[in-house]
């Protein structure tokens, strides 16, 4: 599993659990990007069959995640935003290195820590929120989020030494944690 180095502080939740209507639209940008980065993963790794189903297996489920955000806000009246840069997995991604292997390896690893850190957060709006749908909504989201890091550490650990792996998951959580901890909090994931 993956440790994460900075810890997103409460306040962050509290702030979002207070205004979720304006927390949505960017959640469900979000799941709508993980769906199209799984798929992105089939078109890169056409090759690699174990690797292809789990891709298509997560692209529908984070498909299906955005479904549900959308249908939350729709019910809130409340509509899609124009696509966004999401500055924090733009500068995730400026640590991937190249050479076929290593940018294979990489790809994982920060798919891995994106999706802990979104595990993180959804859990800490999840504790933040009182009880109700949405309360338990945000419960089932952190669950989902947690397998999907496992998952991706998984097959890095399949296609890869596993000290060589823990090595790079290190490094690359290092920089995650200085990326994370320069950007504004703000109502939104990242
Ligand atoms: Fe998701
Ligand atoms: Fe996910």
Do not use: C
């Not at 409460?10 to 639209?25: K, M, Q, R, T």
């Not at 790809?107 to 749908?133: H, K, M, S, T, W």
Request: charged fraction near 25%.
């Amino acid at each position: 599993m993956i440790e994460l180095k900075f810890k997103t502080p409460a306040v962050w939740a509290e702030n979002i659990a207070n205004a979720i209507g304006v927390f949505l639209p960017d959640h469900a940008a979000a799941e709508r990007k993980a769906s199209s980065m799984a798929l992105g993963m089939v078109a890169h790794y056409p090759d690699k069959p174990e690797l292809v189903s789990a891709m298509i297996d997560l692209a529908l489920e984070e498909l299906s995640h955005f479904r549900s955000v959308v249908k939350l806000m729709h019910e809130r009246g409340l509509s899609l935003l124009p696509d966004e840069k999401d500055q924090y997995v733009n500068a995730l991604r400026r640590n991937i290195r190249n050479g076929k292997l290593h940018y294979f390896m990489d790809r994982l690893l920060i798919a891995g820590i994106v999706e802990a850190r979104g595990a993180e957060r959804f859990g800490l709006i999840a504790e933040a929120l009182p009880a109700g749908e949405m309360k338990r909504f945000y419960q089932s989201i952190t669950r989902s989020e947690l397998m999907h890091e496992g998952l991706f550490v998984q097959l890095a650990e399949k296609y890869f030494d596993l000290a060589e792996v823990r090595t790079r998951l290190d490094e690359l959580l290092t920089a995650e944690a200085a990326i994370v901890s320069e950007l504004p909090l703000r109502l939104a994931l990242h």
